[in-house]
């Protein structure tokens, strides 16, 4: 996308030599984000003829039926064998006061960059995830870069950042992110991420590719907020239907799983209320064991299974949370790199078509002129010149950018169906776990309660010794009335 305006005034009719001050060299790129893309010719199937001395100059739009029959070839696309372990986080400190933590972080691949395929592992901070990530973005503009996790910075303010729950969600949010990075055909094998993920010098080797980079330079904030707001007011006006349905199908998923998160969020402070009642169920059952000394034992025992479940339910929301919405929530952040990189195309387009309108005005200019002001036709035919080039060079970037991101959804949905994959498989697995537990639990304390005895059913030893007395006395009664009747 163009980060300058090319014409101060807009409208041509109201300027004083029919043309703005418009100077192509300040419009050349400092880079061309294609320029590790071996790329095919296209062709294009919407155009319009003007005339320059005669001479004809024929203008081609890019259509769908041109993006989809040709393809952006890159030296080496398919995806490598790359896996990614996150573990171990350390906390480790440069000041007395400061302190940060460091993940280990084990690769093993076959991508022909890397030093070697065998397991290699090295220590990153957050800050240098923050790095990897804005290295891709800078390399790879047309790319979908998958977003970090979030910074929390209310926790580095309460000093919760140090907590081990906190560091576990974190170690998880890097983890996703680096897995996605390893299933990007071209992410994974970036020069950026060969450095991150292997060196042993990471500080020199860093600074070795900012150096190397240095021509490269993201666009400072005005730069970015001037291009926003000039496209803000301006819309497609030739859309193509696979992005439009690429947005539809984005804004849906972010809808439902948005639907999700609220709707577990109520499960689980339903959850959270189990908890607290089985705990109070608990203590109730322990004050009834102090008022029955008989059954005291049985009683204490179901106390302790009951708040054994409940540590069992509040471990499953644990691993919920951990496994299941925390995924969920980094796969919605992956969906708003989608629709911003979305953007970014439509950005492209825009200028295409904005440029030509202006080569359309200006040719129109010159019609007007070319018998009035004869002496300004070779200023406006350098300008029309100028107008062209950056009509095809804008026009190549938009078809580049367009088939680009076909190949970038497709990655997304590959990346998305594994993550509901191991997101939905978690949360199944830990009520399986839940369950599985619960039932031992609850059968251990069968037997103890089986072998309480009713107390109609306990006899007393001087009950039992007055029933055998009296047995006694009825024997020897009924002797002596057996002798009585003998006699």
Sequence with gaps: MLNENIFDDPDWASSTNGFSTYDHRTSVPSFDPFQTYEVVIFTFKQSYTTTNNNNATTFEEPTSSSMTTNKVITPDSKIKSMTIRVEDPQKQSTTVVQGFISYLVTTETNVETFNSSRPRSVRRRYQDFIWLHDALELEFPICIVPPLPEKHRLGYINGERFNPEFLERRRWGLQWFLNRVAKHPLLQKAQCTRIFLESDDFKNDKRAIQLSNKTIEKPSFFDTLGDVLMNAFAAIKKPDQRFIDMQDYVDKLEDNIL????????????????????????????????????????????????????????????????LFMNDLHELLAYCHAVKDTLQKRDESQIDFEELSTYLQRAIEERDKIVHNSPSKLVEIEQKIKELEDEVTRTSDITTKFSEQ????????????????KQGLTAYADSHISFYDKSIKLWESILPVLENIQLDDNVKSEEEEEEEEEEQEVEEQQHYYDNNNTYF
């Design 259 to 322: 639907t999700i998160e609220k709707l577990y969020s109520r499960i689980s402070q339903r959850q959270t209320g189990l908890i607290h009642d089985y705990t109070n169920f608990a203590w109730s059952i322990r004050e009834i064991s102090s008022m029955e000394s008989s059954i005291a034992m049985p009683l204490r025992q179901f106390a302790e299974i009951t708040e054994s479940y409940g540590k069992y339910m509040k471990e499953m929301n644990s691993t919920e949370e951990l």
């Design 405 to 420: 991101m076909s190949e970038e959804f497709e990655t997304f949905q590959d990346a998305k169906t594994i993550e509901l």
